[in-house]
């Protein structure tokens, strides 16, 4: 699922920051080809209702797939139906504590409304959804950690991820839990942007950092790993 920051990640109770500051080195900027949410216009500073506005990402077809959708468990106070613009021409009446999803199609974003827009920005269409709840219903749960239509290993692939090509730690620093502390920075930027995996090799005799990967929770897969280099690199891009 690809989010677009709609207010900020830290945000700014019932506005849309402007040049909203996180740090000294780091401020965000909503960029104007998004498209508008229309919070601010709608409901002013107050008055905010109880729903949920999101910025989807849209990709083309095979360089995104597996982000083009919404997937997500809302309940409700009163266990009532809420309802769902998705944004495309699609409109449902869904039910509290389920899981649901909604695949957003490329292709099927034509024009600029006040809720697609085709026009390309960083290589992605974009179309905003809205969660609405019936009369004086509130949220009382609400995931967006579910996986939605990915559940198996040949979805789970296209989702991204980093490949790691090289990661160390010098031998007089060792258990001293740097390792871990790298690969916990590496997941939580993976997870910032989207990221579902992380893949990296290791030989198959170094039984230390074997034991050191399964010790995190890494899953070794039964793969046959190739290389192209040197003269034979040479030789085959000349075929081209």
Not at 185 to 205: A, D, E, H, V
Request: proline residues 4%; neutral net charge; charged residues 20%.
């Amino acid at each position: 699922m690809s989010f677009l920051p709609s207010l900020s990640p830290g945000n700014v109770k019932q506005r849309l920051p402007t040049g909203f500051k996180f740090d000294n080195d780091l401020t965000y900027d909503r960029p104007t080809e998004f498209l508008d949410l229309g919070i601010n216009a709608e409901y002013g500073a107050t008055g905010v209702p109880e729903k949920i506005i999101g910025l989807v990402a849209i990709f083309p077809s095979g360089s995104g797939d597996g982000n083009n959708y919404v997937a997500f468990d809302l309940d409700t106070t009163d266990n009532s139906n809420y309802t769902v613009n998705w944004g495309d021409g699609t409109t449902e009446s869904l039910t509290t504590d389920t899981t649901h999803h909604h695949v957003y199609n490329y292709t099927g974003i034509t024009g600029d409304t006040s809720t697609t827009k085709s026009t390309p920005f960083r290589g992605y269409r974009q179309a905003i959804f809205e969660v609405s709840l019936q009369g004086s219903a509130k949220f009382s749960s609400i995931n967006f950690n579910v996986d939605g239509p990915y559940v198996n290993f040949s979805h789970y692939t296209i989702r991204r991820g980093p490949n790691i090509l090289d990661l160390f730690v010098d031998n007089a620093f060792r258990r001293m839990g740097i390792g871990k502390k790298l690969f916990a920075t590496l997941s939580s930027y993976c997870i910032r942007n989207n990221g579902t995996w992380i893949t990296w090799q290791c030989q198959p005799k170094n039984e230390s950092a074997l034991h050191f990967y399964r010790s995190i929770g890494g899953r070794q897969y039964a793969a046959l790993d190739f290389e192209l280099a040197n003269n034979d690199l040479v030789r085959l891009s000349k075929k081209v």
